[in-house]
DNA sequence: CACAAAGTACGAAAGTTTTCGTTGACATTA
DNA sequence: TAATGTCAACGAAAACTTTCGTACTTTGTG
């Protein structure tokens, strides 16, 4: 298997994790109608993918009813975290700056927004003092 | 070819991209000496993927030299912002600050940094009033 | 019980990425 | 000019991802 295959799901596993993390845990057939509705797919597609991502621990079922309930093995925001960690180290010579930069420059972010990130930023400065 | 595969480098695309960027303009066995540096390499390796980079358009190859000269075909900043982009997307639901807390939380901006990034909320916050 | 519905398991096929050996072209130098 | 070293090109193989058809099992119902 290659490099820490548990922390880089792959676009279509992330798919799912995305359908889990918002709905909680569930048995195959409601991940696949969530995916349904905003793309063309097949339930045994993604009925291998929720059992090979168990085999990687990226998921974990419980099989005392039937339908097997999946659940994702991290919590969306560690995920993320390792995401962000990863490309960081990939992409951006570990520089958090720059990625905070071109995050903003991507334009995705409203006055809200930043105004919680201020929020974060004195947080985080008073805790790393 | 799969998704807009020009603006999603494969790990070993972005460790090339990353050299290339650092150094500019390079030969394949400059690249392959740098990258020997830090992991084991084989020379072909570096070449064939050189080779299928400039495919795809990740590389722009000068041939006028028996030694090829390769470079990337996007400055670092807009590769970074293209990657950031995309892990917004796929696991963030497109929410920057999210990301932008992930990153912050990854223990790597120090205090000039964070300053750094006061100043940039500052601009953009102008910008985009 | 028999049948249909819904579920899991399995495996094959296609596409992609990565690796590396081999070949032939070109250059340098003894 | 012959030997040696460097280079690009090519192709094949291995690993991984993704897709989907088929088979088998379980459950519910007439």
């Not at 279509?12 to 569930?26: D, M, S, T, Y």
């Not at 700056?97 to 995050?103: G, S, T, W, Y």
């Not at 991507?106 to 004195?122: C, F, N, T, Y």
């Amino acid at each position: 298997m290659a490099k820490s295959t548990q922390f880089r799901p792959t676009d279509g596993e992330l798919e799912i994790l995305n359908v889990l993390w918002q709905h909680g845990p569930a048995t195959v057939r409601e991940v696949y109608e969530k995916l349904s509705a905003t793309k063309p797919v097949v339930y045994t597609t993604v009925l291998k993918l929720l059992q090979i991502m168990s085999e990687k621990d990226l998921v974990r079922r419980d099989e005392r009813q039937r339908a097997h309930v999946y659940e994702a093995c991290l919590p969306q925001s560690e995920m993320q975290r390792h995401l962000v960690t990863d490309l960081l180290d990939r992409a951006f010579e570990g520089s958090a700056k720059e990625l905070v930069m071109q995050a903003l420059s991507s334009q995705k972010a409203s006055r809200g927004d930043l105004a919680e990130i201020r929020r974060m930023l004195d947080e985080y400065e008073r805790g790393a003092k």
